[in-house]
């Protein structure tokens, strides 16, 4: 009995918190299709009219601005090159200290050191350095960036993955004449896949999301990054559109990321078989 109404009152606390997490974003959704003036009256009801034009005007951007894709675009090449660059070289490092010795795999708490420093105490740094080498507005210059923010991260998760991995099948490729990199190559990665997936989903979504290294790095307007660009439909000189044209940009901005998990979910699922086979 107490065991039932224990069970009972923890999925009233998960609808509430569900219920409290959904409300907000139904309406963001529903605000995309309001005009401004609807919003301000009614914030989180039903629209009147469904204002279509607000996603056009979010598309096209303001007057005095650039359309929304082009900033998508730059924000695209970055987070692109950063989890590129970031997954392949975690992934490896992961790997490579769970099956070096003991001295080397100590790097380890290097990398966990680097997730603990605040990413502020950066920003001097980075700007003069990219100063240095000419990378400022340069998307791939701050792919690289975004890159070595994710790198820690992405060692730490992946070398706990591996440190569970099944060592039986890397001494059987071993045994079979493989080296170990075919090894890693041909059996280890295909079979985390999965794993590989979720990581490069966290860090991409943190990554298209990403404000402050993009407003101190990517001085000229057509370098922006999509967060940028979304600044700019927002202020004192935006014309009548205004509200209903900031939500049906969020929503646009969150497209993206929503076929990324779907996508993603897909790989989830063939790594999961794949490992099964092998």
Same mark, same amino acid.
């Given at each position: =009995? ?8 923890? @999925? ?14 139904? *309406?963001?959704?529903?605000? *995309? ?17 469904? @204002?279509?034009? %607000? ?9 005095? #601005? +650039? ?12 987070? #692109? ?5 970031? =997954?392949? !070289? ?25 997730? /603990? *420093?605040?990413?502020? @105490? ?7 350095? =990219?100063?240095?080498? %000419?990378?400022?507005? %340069? ?15 992405? /060692?730490?998760? +992946? ?12 001494? *059987? ?17 295909? /079979?985390?896949?999965? &794993?590989?997936? &979720? &990581? ?14 993009? !407003?101190?790095? +990517? ?10 660009? =979304?600044?700019?439909?927002? #202020? ?27 996508? &993603? ?6 790594? +999961? ?6």
């Amino acid at each position: =009995m107490i065991s039932r109404m224990i069970s009972s009152i923890g @999925v009233l606390l998960l609808v509430a918190w569900a219920i409290a997490e959904l409300l907000p974003v139904i *309406a963001s959704l529903l605000s *995309a299709f309001k005009s401004s003036n609807d919003i301000l009256l009614n914030p989180i009801g039903i629209p009147k009219r469904f @204002v279509w034009a %607000n996603f056009a005007h979010a598309w096209s951007g303001p007057h005095f #601005g +650039m359309p929304l894709w082009r900033y998508a675009i730059n924000s695209a090449i970055a987070v #692109g090159v950063g989890v590129g660059v970031g =997954m392949s !070289v975690g992934t490896c490092a992961g790997y490579a200290l769970v099956r070096s010795s003991r001295s080397v795999a100590l790097l380890n708490r290097y990398f966990v050191v680097l997730l /603990t *420093a605040p990413g502020i @105490v950066t920003w001097v740094p980075l700007f003069s350095l =990219m100063s240095s080498f %000419n990378l400022l507005s %340069n998307r791939f210059g701050l792919g690289l960036v975004y890159a070595a923010f994710v790198t820690p991260l992405v /060692t730490v998760l +992946m070398r706990s993955y591996f440190a569970a991995f099944p060592l039986d099948l890397i001494e *059987a490729a071993v045994i079979d004449g493989a080296s170990e990199t075919r090894a890693f190559l041909r059996i280890v990665l295909p /079979t985390s896949v999965g &794993v590989m997936s &979720v &990581v490069a989903l966290i860090q991409a979504i943190w990554l298209w999301n990403e404000l402050a290294l993009a !407003v101190i790095l +990517m001085i000229d307007p057509r370098s922006q990054t999509l967060p940028l660009g =979304m600044l700019q439909l927002k #202020g004192q000189f935006i014309d009548d559109y205004g509200y209903g044209a900031q939500y049906a940009a969020l929503l646009l901005a969150i497209l993206p990321i929503i076929a990324m998990f779907a996508i &993603v979910q897909r790989r989830i699922t063939d790594g +999961m078989r794949l490992g099964a086979l092998r």
